[in-house]
């Protein structure tokens, strides 16, 4: 019974939501706590469950607004791909902004997940993924310049540094990945218009070569209810 008044504050939330258009604003966390008659962190609380689902977005200074409903893309983690991939099987349509592909320094932690020492030149591929319009993924990549530099991009390059190694015929074979939930940081949370300390779905990986050698450690944040990923396992046996 405890959890009834917040099982009633979703209930009315999502009503709101329901009869509110699409690209509409909600009051002001103030104003709607009030009409609630809660506390702004319960509000908060509350509000998480539509956003996880795709059915708000909070744009840090702007407010919290009404998004339509987009399919979301699903896929097994079993086979590394692209979204851009994934998206094409799919016939979803989703397009790259914010592009940035800058020469930068290893520093502890990608020196360690590249094997290689602090200090040596990389090359840093970020972009965000958008799905009509909205961002929904933002990703980084950074890779050794012997593996990958700034001369050797096409013109054309679209972000997809997957794509764009498997389409060069690197000896790709396979990838680790680490799966979480994460707070968005301040610097996430700009690119992807939400706020700071959203929850997100993270995951880590390294891509590694036939030789074993680690080519790529890639970042990727995904904004869940836009993403459905699932693993096929085995059943194991004694």
Request: charged share 25%; net charge neutral; aromatic share 6%.
């Amino acid at each position: 019974m405890s959890n009834f008044p917040f099982q009633r504050l979703q209930v009315d939330l999502a009503a709101l939501i329901a009869r509110t258009s699409a690209g509409q604003r909600l009051p002001s966390e103030p104003v709607l706590a009030k009409q609630l008659g809660v506390s702004r962190a319960t509000l908060r609380d509350a509000m998480r469950t539509f956003e996880t689902q795709g059915l708000i977005r909070r744009r840090q200074g702007s407010g919290t607004f009404v998004v339509g409903k987009v399919q979301a893309l699903e896929s097994g983690l079993e086979v590394l791909e692209s979204l851009e991939t994934m998206a094409n099987r799919l016939n979803l349509e989703i397009s790259v902004s914010n592009l940035k592909v800058e020469q930068e320094t290893a520093d502890e932690d990608i020196a360690a997940s590249l094997n290689l020492s602090v200090g040596v030149p990389l090359l840093c591929v970020r972009r965000v993924i958008r799905a009509d319009d909205r961002p929904v993924a933002y990703l980084v990549d950074t890779l050794p310049q012997d593996v990958l530099n700034l001369d050797g991009l096409p013109d054309d390059f679209r972000g997809s540094v997957l794509d764009f190694l498997l389409e060069r015929g690197d000896s790709l074979k396979t990838s680790r990945a680490n799966i979480s939930a994460i707070g968005a940081t301040a610097e996430v949370a700009k690119v992807l218009e939400i706020q700071r300390g959203d929850v997100l779905l993270h995951i880590y990986s390294q891509l590694f070569d036939k030789s074993g050698k680690a080519v790529d450690y890639s970042l990727s944040y995904f904004i869940p209810g836009y993403f459905h990923f699932h693993v096929v396992r085995r059943v194991g046996t004694a």
